[in-house]
């Protein structure tokens, strides 16, 4: 499975944001996708998950209410909604997916970086 990233770049505090991550070769065999950010100089954050049937999103509560995962099944594309962002949500962020229900990520994409200027 090959995982293609897209859509970050600058953006001011309160817009809005859709990151879209394609997926390729072997799908079938995927459970769950996710999306995950990293600050700079900080670890690598949760942010959003959902399984690959469109069903059970669920967010970290630093982004409810304010982002919302997504899946085209039709294009096997995942997407991220971003609205009221904020300075911190200032990141890379990276999709990802897994062919379990439990562990880790078994593929990464290479990662779309956003930028939220105050």
């Known amino acids: 499975v090959q995982l293609q990233a897209s859509g970050g770049g600058l953006v001011q505090a309160g817009g809005s944001l859709r990151l879209s991550c394609a997926a390729s070769?072997?799908?079938?065999?995927?459970?769950?996708v996710g999306w995950f950010r990293q600050a700079p100089g900080k670890e690598r954050d949760f942010v959003a998950t959902?399984?690959?049937?469109?069903?059970?999103?669920n967010y970290a509560d630093s982004v409810k209410g304010r982002f919302t995962i997504s899946r085209d099944n039709a294009k096997d594309t995942l997407y991220l909604q971003m609205n009221s962002l904020k300075s911190e949500d200032t990141a890379v962020y990276y999709c990802?997916?897994?062919?379990?229900?439990?562990?880790?990520?078994?593929?990464w994409g290479q990662g779309t970086l956003v930028t939220v200027s105050s």
């Open positions: 959902i399984s690959w049937s469109g069903k059970n999103p």
């Open positions: 990802a997916a897994r062919k379990r229900s439990i562990g880790g990520y078994d593929y």
């Open positions: 070769g072997r799908t079938f065999t995927i459970y769950s």
